[in-house]
């Protein structure tokens, strides 16, 4: 055994594809954001140069006014901090926010998911939060959420 380091997991982790991380983002104090569209816009873009150039998936995600939630996947060297940083950047530009009047709480919080079962059931529960919050009747009806690329689990 390796001093000050934990036994298996590096084992556990290279036996497996890359993970399927399920992100969530928070605007700062939890503030709203009025203009969905843009973000959804920025957002989107984002993810679509990331999938085309840098082979990172964002699967489904779902916008809301004060937080985002998404799943990401990418490749072996895949640095997710940096990832999210470029995210939070690209959607603040698009937004006019400044490092003097910042839009993003510091960090983000991450879930690695393990199996099919626990990536359709986060999902449904971000599906439901625009009806949770009251904004839609129906998760249907929220504008803002998608799906970039089909990240297969099986």
């Not at 679509?48 to 779902?62: P, S, T």
């Not at 996947?73 to 910042?102: C, M, Y």
């Not at 393990?114 to 009747?137: F, H």
Request: net charge positive; hydrophobic share 40%; glycine share 8%.
């Amino acid at each position: 055994m390796i001093k000050n380091r934990l036994p298996r997991l590096q084992q556990i982790f290279q036996s497996y594809d890359p993970p399927l991380f399920f992100i969530t983002i928070c605007t700062l104090h939890r503030h709203k954001i009025d203009r969905l569209g843009t973000v959804h816009e920025a957002f989107r873009k984002y993810a679509v140069k990331g999938a085309g150039e840098f082979n990172v998936g964002v699967g489904r995600y779902v916008i809301m006014p004060d937080h985002m939630h998404c799943f990401v996947q990418g490749h072996d060297q895949f640095d997710l901090a940096k990832w999210i940083n470029g995210l939070k950047r690209a959607i603040s530009v698009s937004l006019g926010a400044t490092t003097e009047r910042p839009l993003w709480q510091p960090g983000f919080f991450d879930h690695i998911l393990r199996s099919d079962e626990s990536y359709a059931q986060k999902w449904e529960y971000v599906r439901q939060n625009p009806v949770r919050a009251g904004l839609v009747d129906s998760a249907a009806e929220w504008r803002y959420q998608g799906k970039i690329v089909t990240i297969d689990r099986a």
